[in-house]
């Protein structure tokens, strides 16, 4: 990491990240927040939740197949100007109007998630790109690391400002994190050598492009399953992230500051993952890292379900932040070396359509259950999630034994 941190390329790369998720972590953690305390809130989040899920949903196929033929850079730009054209907008009508109509909280959340969807696939392509798979884990480390400093202090920012600034002061400071970092990324050298590949670009129609990324996963079975499992602790925190506000206000009866100290105990445990699971991945193998990762997000649940009170709550997060970055890091650099970058687009979205599909499932089914139950139930259900998707990890986790596993060919 140390290298890796004298690059300048990486030095900017972090500093135009960790402004941006600032900016995103912000919206995401105080506009949901702000919405489950209005009347018959829980259930509007659930179904704004929903909705911008199934959006986002029919979104990826295109976005995958544009990711592959046009320039990674350009598309983090596009994202970085997005951000910063819907926040300020949403500021300024705050500000103009001088109130926040639940519409407003709805399309902030929308833009912000949409933000955060756009985001990272063609960050991760980019970083495939520019970087050499020697460097795959401390690169993965770092960047979890980043992510998580980043969502720490938004956390931070936000217990302290939602219930004492106003919403529209709120999104303005996120809308200059985003004009930031993308004057930062803009002196980023880079060069699209993903578009002399035949794979890339082929005349196929977009929907054929998301079909050919399934090709190239279907040629690899083993490995689909075990992508498809290890996504899942990933999934479950997105989840998550609609349920514990809920969970926090009607079943521990806490305000926003316990809400937002989570936050921080989450990404504190992250940011001991992205500093200690490289190192267990290259000693001890990427799969056991993974397993160990998932095994800490089903301990942390149990103690959701089982004990619900603050001090357990913070412990809780501390072990859901370490298990779920863990086993990011490790499939991350699994995934940069085992999927060639000229399909990485492609079949990045496909993953990213599963990761949708699941998402939407439980999240509506969470919100049938919210209906009638509570938080708790719900949690439950997680967990037996979680357990299946750890059996499939075991089922298939030779593909992740490889000491220096060789990229498939991409056709």
């Keep these: 990491m140390k290298t890796l941190l004298r690059d300048t390329r990486v030095q900017r790369l972090l500093l135009a990240n960790i402004t941006g998720s600032i900016g995103s972590g912000v919206t995401i953690i105080a506009v949901p927040w702000l919405l489950v305390h209005r009347a018959h809130g ?39 100007a997005f951000g910063f054209a819907a926040t300020l907008s949403m500021g300024l009508w705050a500000l103009t109007t001088g109130e926040v109509a639940t519409w407003q909280l709805i399309t902030s959340y929308f833009c912000g998630m949409l933000y955060y969807t756009l985001h990272y696939p063609a960050k991760y392509a980019f970083l495939q790109q520019i970087f050499v798979r020697s460097q795959y884990q401390s690169l993965m480390g ?14 931070g920012l936000a217990s302290m400002l939602v219930d004492r600034v106003p919403l529209a002061i709120i999104l303005l400071l996120d809308a200059a994190t985003y004009l930031f970092s993308f004057c930062v990324q803009s002196t980023l050298p880079y060069e699209a050598t993903h578009l002399h590949d035949a794979a890339t670009t082929s005349p196929a129609g977009v929907w054929a492009a998301l079909a050919e990324g399934g ?32 969970y926090v206000a009607t079943v521990l009866q806490a305000d926003a500051t316990v809400f937002g100290r ?76 085992l999927v060639p970058n000229a399909v990485m687009g492609r079949v990045g979205t496909f993953f990213g359509v599963f990761d949708r599909v699941l998402r939407t499932v439980l999240t509506f089914a969470m919100t049938l259950v919210l209906a009638q139950a509570s938080a708790v139930l719900c949690f439950t259900v997680l967990l037996a999630v979680l357990l299946a998707a ?20 991409a056709s």
């Excluded at 770092?142 to 956390?155: K, N």
């Excluded at 267990?280 to 990427?286: D, N, P, S, V």
């Design 262 to 337: 989570g936050e921080i105990v989450f990404a504190v445990g992250a940011m001991l993952a992205g500093a200690l699971m490289p190192l267990l991945a290259t000693k001890r193998g990427a799969d056991r890292a993974i397993l160990l990762g998932t095994l800490l997000c089903m301990a942390s649940l149990v103690l959701v379900v089982a004990l619900p009170r603050q001090t357990v709550y913070y412990a809780a997060l501390l072990l859901f932040g370490f298990g779920n970055a863990g086993t990011r890091v490790a499939r991350s650099a699994l995934f940069f070396s």
């Design 142 to 155: 770092l960047m979890e690391i980043q992510g998580q400093v980043a969502m720490m202090i938004a956390g």
């Design 390 to 409: 750890l059996a499939g990890t075991l089922a298939t986790r030779d593909v992740a034994r490889k000491p220096d596993p060789a990229a498939p060919p």
């Design 215 to 246: 090709r190239w996963l279907g040629a690899h079975r083993r490995l689909s399953v075990f992508f498809a499992c290890t996504l899942v602790p990933f999934v479950l925190v997105m989840v998550s992230n609609y349920l514990f506000p809920i």
């Design 42 to 80: 829980d259930q509007l989040y659930g179904w704004t939740t929903l909705g911008t899920t199934i959006a986002l949903f029919l979104l990826m196929p295109y976005y995958g197949a544009w990711l592959d033929r046009h320039s990674r850079k350009t598309m983090l730009l596009v994202g970085e």
